[in-house]
């Protein structure tokens, strides 16, 4: 946990320090708004944190901005979860796929800073296996363990997401070029609420890949990611 935030920590100052970079003024600028704009992102913290060994996630999205401000949202993420709190005489996984569909606001700030809200559905598709062993306390009673793999498991949540992303400046001499507008890096903040999940007895789901621990009714969550707007 600490490594992982650790990660984040490091990521979030690069991007604060792109972001806190002064900017030519840009008043001056007279863009025509667009009818649709589609881009795809990819959340880059989720990247490293695999590059480094610590996660094995990966998760991207596609969306379509509509007048600039009105957008609709499809995202798809991959993991495989290791929890190593979650059982202590005995070992837990899971992984799949999750999907996320929504849309929402996205406010145009000085033409390259943004600021969004949104709601999302997301569905993960998952397979969970591991060993659970409980030793008889008295030395009487015999010891329980019992090895379980269960496929086709399913998680349905509704998400409450603020996003935030600023447009890359690559020329700030010439702030009207085309390719000072098609990328951005940006975060989410996400709050997770779960609707269900398929319940196992005896030894229960522990980890849903997309949303979290089981016993968490609601979560919060952080990602980073950088976006191509297509045109």
């Known amino acids: 946990m600490m490594k992982r935030l650790y990660i984040y920590i490091l990521s979030s100052v690069w991007c604060y320090s792109i972001w806190s970079q002064t900017a030519a003024p840009d008043t001056t600028i007279i863009e ?5 704009r589609p881009s795809i ?34 995202e798809m993420g991959t993991a495989t979860l290791s929890p190593a ?13 999750y999907y996320r569909f929504g849309g929402g606001y996205l406010g145009t700030f000085k033409s390259n800073f943004a600021i ?42 509704w998400e409450l997401v603020v996003t ?12 009207s070029a085309w390719y000072n507008d098609i990328l951005a890096i ?5 709050m997770r609420f779960l609707v269900t999940y398929d319940k196992e007895s005896p030894i229960d789901v522990y980890s849903i890949p997309g949303y979290g621990k089981s016993l968490d009714r609601s979560t919060p969550a ?6 191509a707007y297509l045109f």
Request: proline share 1%; glycine share 10%.
């Open 85 to 97: 709190e979650s059982y202590t005489n005995g070992n837990y996984s899971a992984e799949g796929t």
């Open 116 to 157: 969004g809200l949104s709601a999302r559905y997301g569905v993960s598709k998952f397979s969970d296996q591991g060993f659970i062993e409980i030793e008889g306390g008295s030395g009487i009673e015999n010891s329980y363990s019992k090895k379980f793999e269960r496929p086709d498991l399913e998680a349905r949540w």
């Open 222 to 227: 952080l990602n980073l990611f950088v976006k």
């Open 186 to 190: 940006g975060f989410n903040i996400r």
């Open 41 to 74: 992102y990819a959340d880059y913290g989720k990247l490293i944190t695999r590059l480094v060994g610590y996660e094995d996630k990966l998760e991207g999205a596609f969306s379509l901005l509509f007048l600039e401000q009105y957008e609709l949202i499809a």
């Open 164 to 175: 935030s992303e600023k447009k890359l400046r690559f020329n700030k001499d010439n702030l």
């Open 32 to 36: 025509s708004q667009k009818l649709i």
